[in-house]
């Protein structure tokens, strides 16, 4: 059964900060999505890596993928307080079942 | 961008009544799905359907029932709603990539 654990789960961070958000899942997946979150509101696609070693970057934010290792990371650089949100990952199963997702990181941006 | 609508968008609903909450999209996808999320909580998966007449419960037990008549369409209803169902509720539909409806924002008193 694949298992999606984001960590951590909760992160507060100043402002001109770098950090990173790690998501580990436990089978074999070659693909992997990253969402945001804004507080009461839907999920936004942010990132979809499809091999091992995929990499994008959208302004202040960086996802990767290591299929070997199982992880993918979310790195946010110099952090604003716009960043503030929940981020998920999420993974593909295979075979025809839904995408498994992580239980969120809530990313606070202070000054 | 994703076409994908929901409505209503906020309801506010007594105990008891039975309530439909209405999801489409005009993308074309066979793959649709129902979330619960209680507000800065994890995602819950409680229906998905892979075509029309198809549908499977999720992770997450429910009271709630969905249809697949149309592949644009997949609603879900509560046949009597409780308290515990005060929740976010979110559709989405993929083909590669999964898209997110705006939810709906469900309050039974």
């Known amino acids: 059964e694949l298992k999606v654990e984001q960590n951590p789960l909760f992160l507060s961070m100043q402002e001109g900060k770098n950090y990173t958000i790690y998501c580990n899942y436990s089978t074999t997946s070659d693909r992997l999505y990253w969402y945001r979150q804004d507080p009461g509101k839907s999920l936004e696609s942010l990132f979809v890596l499809l091999s091992n070693g995929a990499v994008k970057q959208e302004g202040r934010l960086m996802a990767s993928l290591d299929t070997k290792a199982r992880l993918s990371t979310l790195h946010i650089t110099a952090a604003v307080h716009d960043l503030s949100a929940t981020y998920f990952c999420?993974?593909?199963?295979?075979?025809?079942?839904?995408?498994?997702f992580g239980k969120g990181t809530r990313l606070s941006v202070i000054a | 961008e994703a076409d994908i609508y929901q409505t209503p968008r906020y309801l506010v609903i007594g105990t008891g009544k039975k309530i439909t909450l209405e999801c489409s999209q005009t993308m074309g996808h066979d793959k649709m799905y129902w979330y619960q999320q209680d507000p800065g909580m994890e995602l819950h998966l409680i229906h998905y359907?892979?075509?029309?007449?198809?549908?499977e419960k999720g992770d997450l037990s429910s009271e709630s029932t969905v249809s697949r008549i149309r592949t644009e369409h997949f609603p879900l209803t509560l046949e009597s709603a409780r308290p515990s169902h005060t929740s976010q509720y979110l559709c989405a539909s993929s083909h590669y990539e999964q898209y997110f409806g705006p939810g709906t924002r469900l309050t039974v008193t």
């Open positions: 359907s892979y075509g029309v007449n198809s549908t």
């Open positions: 999420a993974v593909w199963n295979s075979g025809n079942t839904p995408l498994v």
